[in-house]
């Protein structure tokens, strides 16, 4: 199961990974929308995103590792995928409304 599809109706899932699931989706969602931003708020909430998802060195229990052991999924295929994801795919994800606004 890949935590993109991880849905907070789904009856078997149990809050913590709902919540865990959340945080890693926010952090791709964040690489896709603020890539390139020229905005010094958007930029540095991309660059928080790309640091905490490609730290290696971090071990404490919030690190991107941490979360995706946790929750039985590749680190590696969670990168590439956030990587490949675009404004336009999270949008489909009706995350970011018409206007652009998060």
Same mark, same amino acid.
């Given at each position: 199961? *890949?935590? !993109? /599809?991880? @849905?907070?109706?789904?009856?078997? $899932? =149990?809050? %913590?990974?709902?919540?865990?699931? #959340?945080?890693? &989706?926010?952090?791709? +969602?964040?690489? /896709?929308?603020?890539? $390139?931003? =020229? @905005?010094?708020?958007?930029?540095?909430?991309?660059?928080? #995103? +790309?640091?905490?998802? !490609?730290?290696? @060195?971090? *071990? =404490? !229990?919030? *690190? !991107? @590792?941490?979360?995706?052991?946790?929750?039985?999924?590749?680190?590696? +295929?969670?990168? %590439? &995928? *956030?990587?490949?994801?675009?404004? %336009?795919?999270?949008?489909?994800? %009706?995350?970011?409304?018409?206007? $652009?606004?998060?």
């Amino acid at each position: 199961m *890949s935590v !993109f /599809a991880v @849905q907070p109706s789904r009856p078997d $899932g =149990h809050a %913590e990974k709902l919540l865990l699931a #959340a945080v890693l &989706r926010r952090a791709a +969602y964040d690489l /896709a929308i603020y890539k $390139g931003s =020229h @905005q010094l708020l958007r930029r540095r909430l991309w660059m928080d #995103a +790309y640091r905490w998802m !490609f730290d290696d @060195q971090a *071990s =404490h !229990f919030t *690190s !991107f @590792q941490s979360l995706c052991t946790m929750l039985d999924q590749d680190p590696k +295929y969670i990168r %590439e &995928r *956030s990587l490949q994801l675009k404004r %336009e795919d999270v949008k489909k994800f %009706e995350l970011v409304d018409p206007y $652009g606004r998060v």
